[in-house]
Structures are given as C-alpha cells and as structure tokens.
C-alpha cells in the first residue's frame, strides 16, 4: 500500500537554529501536503497545507515565516522550523493524499525537541 | 468554535467486551467524511473505519464499526471484543468535502486502556 515517509524520525536541537523535516511519499504522487503539530496529550491540530508549485496555505494563528513550507516535487514537501524555541518541541506529522486510492496516508511523525 | 467532540477523555474496557467511543462534529457542508484513527505509544496514526456523509449504512471493518446518526451528528466508533492492544488513544476526525485533497481536523481524542 501506500506509503508516506518522515525524516528525521527524531531531532534534538539547541534554540535558535533551524531544523528541516522531510515528508515524501514513497509510491505516488502528492501535489498536496498537510503538516500536523501534536503536542503531548494533545490532538493534531493542522498547521498549513503544502501545495506543489505554489505557496503554502496557513491555518489562523500559525506563523508562515517561522514555519517555511516548500513543496520541491510531487514526492516531497519539507518543513523548516526556523529559529527554534523550546515551545516549539513537538511532534510533527505529515500526510498525503493518494488520488487513485482518495485516501490521506500519515507519515510515522517527527519528534522535535528544542534544548 | 470545535467542530468535532469527544466527551470522552479516558475509557476503560474489561478484555473481549466492547466498547463505544463516542463522537460529535458540526458542519454546514453536505459532503463530507467521517472518519476514526488509532494513535498507539509509538505515535503513528493508524486508519481504523470511514463513513462517508451520504453512506446509508454503518461502515464497518472487522472489529470497528461506526455508529453514524447523521440528524444527531454523532459517529461513534464501536469496538467488539477488544483486546490488549487495543489501548491507545482514539481520534475522530472530519473531512469536509469530497475528497482526500480536502482538510481533516481532528477531535480531542479518547485515551483507550483494556483491562486483562
């Protein structure tokens, strides 16, 4: 079946520098990408929706310039968490809907955490 | 203002009963779809059952079955027989439209755990 993939599965970095996501799909294409942000005991709540080839579409109240979406291919869509804080420590998860299939498939998430 | 609500923070179930999770959204469109998700320790999200909002009958895959009552706007999922590794937390999740370029929000969550 499909499969979405998620790298780094983990980072740890220090605040204020930068960490870049991938998300790709592995055996089809995605002109569409949505970014998830799941904080402990917490739901996932949408964060934006990566569309290749033109800009990023932002749910109310995320930031776009500390979030930069770039959806470089049909495969795969990075998100840069730039100048990073220990708020920002999260789990981010990503997903991509197969148009054959309609189905949306998750990436297995990426746990950040902001020393 | 939510759109989707689970009441239920925490559930027990003895092993091999069954148990319901229960599911409200609001929505103004016509069109769109239902859906549960599983979300295990290891935090992958794991598709259970979707019911899309002109199916006339409960969707339902081996265990899971979902309880849709449309004028209510409930979609309660239902678990049969559960089993240990059962426990996990459980997401309903709304998608409004027709497709799966469409946004899906997600409700608060349930947190599952099945007494052996």
């Known amino acids: 079946g499909a499969v979405v993939s998620q790298h780094p599965s983990w980072v740890i970095c220090k605040s204020g520098t930068s960490v870049k996501i991938e998300c790709r799909s592995l055996?089809?294409?995605?002109?569409?990408m949505f970014w998830y942000r799941q904080f402990p005991k917490q739901s996932l709540m949408l964060m934006a929706t990566?569309?290749?080839?033109?800009?990023?579409?932002?749910e109310q109240g995320v930031e776009k310039d500390k979030f930069l979406i770039n959806h470089a291919s049909l495969t795969l869509s990075t998100l840069t968490v730039t100048s990073a804080h220990p708020e920002d420590s999260s789990f981010y998860i990503c997903?991509?809907?197969?148009?054959?299939?309609?189905?949306?498939?998750f990436g297995p998430g990426t746990r950040l955490t902001v020393l | 203002a939510q759109k989707i609500t689970q009441t239920q923070p925490g559930m027990f179930v003895q092993e091999k009963e069954a148990v319901t999770l229960d599911c409200t959204y609001d929505?103004?469109?016509?069109?769109?779809?239902l859906f549960w998700y599983k979300q295990p320790s290891s935090g992958e999200m794991i598709f259970l059952i979707y019911?899309?909002?002109?199916?006339?009958q409960n969707a339902t895959e081996g265990r899971y079955s979902l309880n849709f009552q449309k004028a209510r706007k409930s979609a309660n999922l239902v678990i049969s027989a559960s089993q240990l590794g059962d426990s996990a937390m459980y997401f309903c999740a709304m998608r409004e439209g027709e497709t799966s370029y469409d946004k899906v929000i997600f409700g608060p969550g349930t947190s599952l755990s099945v007494i052996p």
């Open positions: 019911q899309g909002s002109y199916d006339e």
């Open positions: 990566s569309n290749e080839g033109s800009k990023a579409t932002y």
């Open positions: 055996d089809f294409q995605a002109t569409t």
């Open positions: 929505t103004s469109d016509q069109s769109y779809g």
């Open positions: 997903s991509a809907p197969d148009s054959w299939t309609d189905t949306q498939y």
